[in-house]
C-alpha cells in the first residue's frame, strides 16, 4: 500500500497523518478519527448521506480520497455544535421534525449550512434545487425546508 502525509483541519482540529493513498474521507473521518455522523449509503455520489464540508463545500465524502483533502479545511456534524449547543439547523431539524431515522440528516443539515452561507434567504426553490443531491427514505422532505426556511428567516 502507498502511504502519504497529510496535513489536514477537521472541526477546526489540526492533523498531520499518514494515510493509505486509496482511503476515502468518509473511511478517513468514520474510522480514523472516530466521527461517525456521516454515513455510508450508495458508494457512488448519489444519496448524499456521507456529505461533509471540504473547504466550506459539500462533497461525497465517499468518492474523495482522503489525500486529496491535504491542506483543506473539513467540516462534520459533530463539529456543527459549540460545547453543548446545537447549531441553528440541527435545533429547527429536530423542531419541524425534519429527521426520522435520522440516517441523512448530516448530509442535509451540512449541505444546508453550505447553502445558507452562499445565500443567506433562499426560495423553496433554491432550497430543493441546493439539495438535489441528498436523498431521504423515509418522505421529510417538507418538513427539511419548512426548518432550513425558519433559519434563513431568522
Do not use: W
Request: hydrophobic letters at 40%.
Amino acid at each position: 500500500m502507498v502511504k502519504k502525509q497529510i496535513r489536514v483541519t477537521i472541526n477546526g482540529n489540526d492533523r498531520q497523518l499518514e494515510v493509505e493513498s486509496r482511503l476515502t474521507l468518509l473511511e478517513l473521518v468514520r474510522e480514523r478519527e472516530g466521527l461517525t455522523g456521516a454515513k455510508l449509503g450508495c458508494d457512488i455520489q448519489v444519496c448524499g448521506a456521507c456529505t461533509l464540508l471540504l473547504d466550506g463545500k459539500p462533497v461525497s465524502a465517499c468518492s474523495v480520497l482522503a489525500v486529496d483533502a491535504d491542506t483543506r479545511s473539513v467540516l462534520t456534524i459533530e463539529g456543527l455544535e459549540k460545547g453543548m449547543t446545537l447549531h441553528p439547523l440541527q435545533k429547527a431539524f429536530m423542531e419541524f421534525g425534519a429527521l426520522q431515522c435520522g440516517y441523512c440528516t448530516s448530509g442535509f443539515i451540512l449541505t444546508a449550512k453550505a447553502l445558507l452561507e452562499e445565500n443567506p434567504n433562499p426560495t423553496e426553490e433554491e432550497i430543493k434545487h441546493y439539495l438535489a443531491g441528498n436523498f431521504c427514505r423515509c418522505g421529510c422532505y417538507p418538513e427539511i425546508v419548512r426548518a432550513i426556511r425558519n433559519v434563513a428567516g431568522s
